[in-house]
Structures are given as C-alpha cells and as structure tokens.
T-cell receptor, first 114, second 116 residues
Framework: NAGVTQTPKFRVLKTGQSMTLLCAQD?????MYWYRQDPGMGLRLIHY???????AKGEVPDGYNVSRLKKQNFLLGLESAAPSQTSVYFC?????????????FGPGTRLTVT | AQSVTQLGSHVSVSEGALVLLRCNYS??????LFWYVQYPNQGLQLLLK??????LVKGINGFEAEFKKSETSFHLTKPSAHMSDAAEYFC??????????????FGKGTTLSVSS
C-alpha cells in the first residue's frame, strides 16, 4: 500500500515549456487535490476533483489544467511554464470531503522554472 | 470567508521544554480544525483534528490541542519537546457545513526548532 505517490520528484523547466505532474493513490479515494507550497504562504489549493471525470478550480488555478480520467490518478498540467510557477507541488486525497475525512499527502514535486 | 492565522512563523525551544504553537480561526460557526506536520523534504502528515466530539484533542507523538470557542483558538501543545519534533506545523480549517469539494484552508505555517 503505497498511499499517494507523485511523479517526478524534481523538475527544472525553461519558461514556456510544458509538463505534466502525475499523482496516483491506491486507497480508492474519491477526492483528490493539487496544492502548491511557497515559502511563508502555506499551502494553496490549485484544483481539486470530487470523483472520476470531475474537476474544479481552487484558489490559484490560473496557468494550470487538470484531468481525472481514472479514479486513482490526478494529473496537473502546465501548458506554458512561468517563473512564478516555481514551487513545491503536493497532491492529496481523501475518501470524502475534507471536513471530517483526513487528507493524505504525497511527498511533493519540486519544480523550478528558469 | 474562513481563514486561519498562525502566530509566529518560527518558534525555538530547548529539548524538554514546553511546545506551544498558536492558531486562531475566523468563523461564525466553529469549523473543523486540523494540525498537520511536515518534516523536511516530506509531505504533510495529520497530527490531530477537532470535529466537536471533545474540546481537548490528543494526537500522535504526544501532541494535543484545545479548542476554545470563546477565543476562536486551537493551539497545539506538547509538554516536553524532543529533537525529532523539529519540523513545520500547519493549522488548517474546513467549514462545518462544507460545500462539496471545498478543501482545507491552511495557515502559513510555523517552523519549530529544538535545541539540545
């Protein structure tokens, strides 16, 4: 039981390049989330999904797109990377909505955009 | 809108000393409250959560937090700090009457340093 895994762990992009971050969970959770973590800012929600085939915008969605074609996977895409997207990205999942149910976090992806 | 404030971005204590990390929330209705810990280069791990069953909540690794409605606070404490407690701690809130998909709202975090 691996929990929540993220691929890749590190990445360096040049401005304008694109990439996809992959999140996978093996806990059969319905809800999945993408956060970014910046120094002194805590974690901010980018996008989330309440089930297979559904996605919704969070607090800071601009410049990102997501897809949830399979229940266990949640992909985060950057179509044209910008230096402001340099951050650590965390994926999380929970069995139901976050009010009562614990969110389980992946180990993070450290992205640098030059 | 819900928000959470962590007082002090950095707290330093000696090994064996009391740990006190402060968290205040803003909400007219007491929300669900959480404390997460993040060790260096790792993801977040749940320490404890308040869901209204009891105002004093015990978590993992000897941590506990007390919900005080009158003070809108949910401070995290540990009687005796250990070197392994050095990490970043996040307080988070979720509205009690949660709309579908509303995620956790995190504070900005407090870095705990423990010296020998």
């Amino acid at each position: 039981n691996a929990g929540v895994t993220q691929t890749p762990k590190f990445r360096v992009l040049k401005t304008g390049q694109s990439m996809t971050l992959l999140c996978a969970q093996d806990m059969n959770h319905e809800y999945m989330y993408w956060y970014r973590q910046d120094p002194g800012m805590g974690l901010r929600l980018i996008h989330y999904s309440v089930g297979e085939g559904t996605t919704a915008k969070g607090e800071v969605p601009d410049g990102y797109n997501v897809s949830r074609l399979k229940k266990q996977n949640f992909l985060l895409g950057l179509e044209s990377a910008a230096p402001s997207q340099t951050s650590v990205y965390f994926c999380a999942s929970s069995s139901r909505g976050p009010g009562l149910y614990e969110q389980y976090f992946g180990p993070g992806t450290r992205l640098t955009v030059t | 809108a819900q928000s959470v404030t962590q007082l002090g971005s950095h707290v330093s204590v000696s090994e064996g000393a009391l740990v006190l990390l402060r968290c205040n929330y803003s909400s007219s209705v007491p929300p669900y409250l959480f404390w997460y810990v993040q060790y260096p280069n790792q993801g977040l791990q749940l320490l404890l959560k308040y869901t209204s069953a009891a105002t004093l909540v015990k978590g993992i690794n000897g941590f506990e937090a007390e919900f005080k409605k009158s003070e809108t606070s949910f401070h995290l404490t540990k009687p005796s700090a250990h070197m392994s407690d050095a990490a970043e701690y996040f307080c988070a809130v979720s509205p009690r009457f949660n709309q579908a998909g509303t995620a956790l709202i995190f504070g900005k975090g407090t870095t705990l340093s423990v010296s020998s």
